[in-house]
């Protein structure tokens, strides 16, 4: 049979392993898709670095618009990033009728429903494994082997760069720049790594699971974002003496009143499986109401894990070329006209526990104070610890756990408790989930 044509739109950190899991996996692969994948052609902007990396004979270009335009490419497989130019060129190679693979999540969940219409109208294939979790296979698993359940929950460790920061700071002591630094020579971070400290590449992910999840279309501006550039040192070493880890969660939940779509720090109870996924593993829970809870861990950024979710949309795509194109796995699992209008909660509605440190001046009824407060905002305490202060300090570190509770009660109480003359400086907030599987 005729092999089938890849052009690579890129050949940085995924599009470098792509082709080299391809070169060297080759014999295997074609006898797992029946037929040849040959990467005919690629696109660069530095044809000199992009020789070095991939040989004489591959034919490279510097116009990515030579690819898409290209009549003899079968699959476009976009590794560029950014949502501009990786828009445009999608969109052509849609409309000239070419199948696409990409791990582009920013694309995906700012202009997927746009771009998955346009795939729909023309019968062709948008496979997108890569742009979640690195080499986990979750969006199979959540489209295909999930499809009996009715979703309840998803959460997850879904950026190898801050999951990497954190462990490295944490079990290392070394510095938040240095580990930035070398989670970008080994080709973890974004092109901009804001939008992994920041919880933004993170929210893309989680947007995509939960329009698989709950059959929703993208609608990226109700996430609600939260990095790690604000998380102390101090924070971290509390919540370890009160059993939790940190870690940067992704979570969205159906509830009656709509569904909850939030990246934040989030405390995990120490014993749980995903507060022991450390480094540039990634893990996501899934919670089914017939399967209940189940787990995917692995390695969630790189050049080869990425790689290896690339290759598999292409293996899928060359399986499923002849099928009729009505019939083919939706690309949100749910068929394009029968996704919800279910909201999506702003953060004010929603329900969990919190750690709150605050520092007090150690006085007689700055306690009674703090109880009130919660007690008349309907917040129940946990547990809670008080430092002893360190000699010479007039002030003590308070640091409470709370029951669930809805997140604009925890807004009222941080503002009194922030009023009151005993307490100094700001309030410090960090989300908690037990994540436990009923
Ligand atoms: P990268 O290493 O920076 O590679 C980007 C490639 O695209 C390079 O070959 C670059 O060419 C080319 N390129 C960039 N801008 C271009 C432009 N304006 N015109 C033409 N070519 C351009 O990026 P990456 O880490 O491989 O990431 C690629 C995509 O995969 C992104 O969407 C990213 O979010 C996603 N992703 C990355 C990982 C990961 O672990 N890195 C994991 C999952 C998903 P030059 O090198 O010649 O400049
Ligand atoms: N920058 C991303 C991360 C790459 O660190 O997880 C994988 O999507």
Do not use: C
């Not at 999951?163 to 070394?174: A, H, P, T, V």
């Not at 969205?252 to 934040?264: A, D, F, M, Q, W």
């Not at 894990?305 to 699992?333: F, I, K, Q």
């Amino acid at each position: 049979m005729k092999p089938i044509n890849v052009g690579l739109l890129g050949l940085g950190t995924v599009g470098g392993g792509t082709l080299t899991v391809l070169r060297r996996n080759a014999g295997e692969i074609t006898r797992r898709a029946g037929r040849e994948i040959t990467v005919k052609m690629a696109s660069v902007r530095d044809l000199e670095k992009a020789r070095k990396m991939a040989g004489p004979d591959l034919e490279i270009v510097t116009d990515p618009f030579d690819v898409v335009n290209n009549p003899d490419i079968d699959i476009v497989v976009e590794l560029i990033g950014g949502y501009t130019l990786s828009k445009e060129l999608v969109l052509k190679a849609i409309a000239n009728g070419k199948h696409v693979v990409t791990a582009n999540k920013a694309l995906l969940a700012l202009h997927g429903n746009e771009i998955f219409q346009a795939a729909q109208d023309k019968g062709v294939m948008v496979a997108f494994e890569a742009a979640v979790a690195g080499g986990i296979p979750i969006i199979k698993a959540l489209r295909e082997g999930l499809t009996a359940n009715r979703i309840e929950w998803i959460a997850g460790i879904i950026n190898g760069t801050t999951n990497f920061i954190l462990s490295e700071m944490r079990d290392k002591g070394l510095s938040f720049d240095s580990v930035l630094a070398e989670a970008q020579k080994l080709g973890y971070a974004e092109a901009d790594p804001t939008f992994d400290i920041e919880g933004i590449d993170a929210a893309h992910k989680l947007m995509i699971m939960s329009a698989i999840g709950f059959g929703i279309p993208m609608q990226f501006d109700k996430a609600y974002t939260e990095g790690i550039s604000k998380l102390t040192r101090e924070d971290i070493q509390y919540a370890e003496e009160l059993g939790y880890r940190i870690k940067l969660l992704g979570i969205t939940k159906r509830t009656p009143s709509g569904i909850e779509l939030r990246v934040h720090p989030t405390l995990i109870p120490a014993k749980r499986l995903i507060a022991n996924v450390e480094g540039v593993m990634n893990a996501v829970l899934v919670k089914g109401d017939a399967v209940g809870a189940t787990m995917y861990t692995g390695r969630g950024a790189g050049a080869e894990p990425t790689a290896s979710a690339v290759v598999a949309d292409l293996v899928d795509v060359t399986r499923m070329l002849t099928s009729d194109p009505e019939n083919r796995v939706p690309h949100l699992a749910f068929q394009p006209d029968a996704l919800s209008d279910t909201p999506i909660l702003p953060i004010a509605e929603v329900r969990t526990s919190y750690y709150l440190r605050m520092r007090v001046y150690d006085k007689p009824g700055v306690l009674a104070d703090l109880t009130r407060i919660l007690a008349d905002l309907d917040i129940s305490i946990d547990a809670m610890i008080q430092k002893e202060p360190s000699e010479g300090e007039e002030q003590v570190n308070i640091i409470m756990l709370t029951h669930e509770t809805v997140e604009k009660n925890i807004n009222q109480a941080i503002a009194k408790i922030e009023a009151l003359s005993s307490i100094a400086g700001n309030v410090t907030r960090i989300r908690l989930e037990e994540l436990g599987s009923n």
